[in-house]
């Protein structure tokens, strides 16, 4: 298992929430990172991700959301502010290409 996500919960909209995603060592030193987030009835789909020295986001979480990585604990971390109905996903990690087996993903719930 590369990757365990957790934090997710159900918050109301324009609340908080950090995931975080427990990415194995040799993963996590080689590859560049990223969240992925699959809402219902949809496809899973790009939200950030970070190299060793950049960070992107697709443009519907820019500027609401922050990527980060834990080196001292091989974590990949996510930090979303403001959220609204339509971030409602279960929320992956993985290598910014998916190179590997998803994990089990962590659900965020955003009622309005």
């Known amino acids: 298992v590369h990757f365990v996500e957790s934090g997710g919960g159900l918050v109301h909209s324009g609340g908080s929430l950090t995931l975080s995603c427990v990415v194995s060592?040799?993963?996590?030193?080689?590859?560049?990172l990223a969240w992925h987030r699959q809402a219902p009835g949809k496809e899973r789909a790009f939200v950030a991700g970070?190299?060793?020295?950049?960070?992107r986001y697709d443009d519907s979480v820019k500027g609401r959301f922050t990527i980060a990585r834990d080196g001292s604990k091989n974590t990949l971390l996510l930090q979303m502010n403001s959220l609204g109905p339509e971030d409602t996903a279960v929320y992956y990690c993985?290598?910014?290409?998916?190179?590997?087996?998803w994990g089990q993903g962590t659900q965020v719930t955003v009622s309005s």
């Open positions: 993985n290598t910014l290409s998916s190179m590997f087996p």
């Open positions: 060592a040799n993963v996590f030193n080689t590859y560049a």
């Open positions: 970070i190299s060793a020295a950049t960070a």
